[in-house]
């Protein structure tokens, strides 16, 4: 089973969907207990950084998650829970969770896309990654596929934790982590086919990772 993390943040429904339509069981919890019982916990959200804190620190989601990744669960950000993993963001001048080295900064005003015409904030729409290191969660999946982005901010974690970047009006970070703490800026749950096989990778990597700790 999956865990969705539930702070009142937005976009839990949408990615139980995506899991559903894959056949993944998963449920939208906010119990500490449910997320330890869980094979794999999804970070998700939408919003603004300082609310999105302010929630999980109400309910103390923030603890749980640091929890989760003392623990060694598998862990995966998504948008706004991408960026607040991170040490810092520049919206609304948040200290965020500081699991990740890193900072969330805004997009530069009067930015231009590659063909000279604006690049209006927020960036949303359709865009390919550009892998600059191997992750598992892109298995499987074209090079030249495309995921959707809606955001304003964009995430600066430690170089050696890229993983993927994306160029809208500048070249940023869209996928970054290391093995069992990933986090993407695009929704793989609104990303169609690519998006789905990433959720399945993570899954499958999830499953992987149980047996491997009960091995021990």
């Known amino acids: 089973m999956l865990a969705i993390l539930d702070y009142k943040a937005g976009n839990q429904t949408s990615v139980r969907r995506a899991l559903e339509h894959l056949d993944i069981p998963c449920v939208i919890t906010a119990d500490p207990a449910t997320l330890e019982r869980a094979e794999g916990i999804i970070f998700p959200g939408v919003g603004?950084?300082?609310?999105?804190m302010g929630a999980l620190?109400?309910?103390?989601?923030?603890e749980a998650l640091r929890q989760v990744v003392r623990r060694g669960q598998p862990l995966l950000g998504i948008c706004l829970?991408?960026?607040?993993?991170?040490q810092s963001s520049e919206e609304n001048d948040?200290?965020?969770?500081?699991?990740?080295?890193?900072?969330?900064?805004?997009f530069e005003d009067n930015m231009l896309q590659?063909?000279?015409t604006p690049a209006p904030i927020p960036h949303m729409g359709w865009n390919s990654i550009e892998a600059v290191a191997p992750c598992v969660l892109l298995e499987g999946i074209e090079p030249a596929a495309a995921y959707y982005f809606v955001h304003s901010y964009y995430v600066d974690p430690d170089p050696s934790l890229v993983l993927a970047t994306t160029t809208y009006g500048r070249?940023?970070?869209?996928l970054y982590g290391r093995e069992g703490l990933w986090a993407a800026q695009f929704h793989p749950e609104k990303s169609g086919r690519p998006g789905l096989k990433l959720l399945r990778n993570f899954y499958d990597y999830c499953l992987n990772s149980r047996e491997?700790?009960?091995?021990q």
């Open 48 to 52: 603004a950084a300082g609310q999105a």
């Open 212 to 215: 491997a700790r009960h091995a």
């Open 94 to 106: 948040t200290t965020t969770l500081g699991i990740v080295q890193g900072v969330s900064r805004r």
């Open 57 to 62: 620190a109400e309910a103390g989601m923030d």
């Open 114 to 116: 590659e063909d000279g």
């Open 81 to 86: 829970g991408c960026q607040i993993l991170l």
């Open 171 to 174: 070249t940023f970070c869209s």
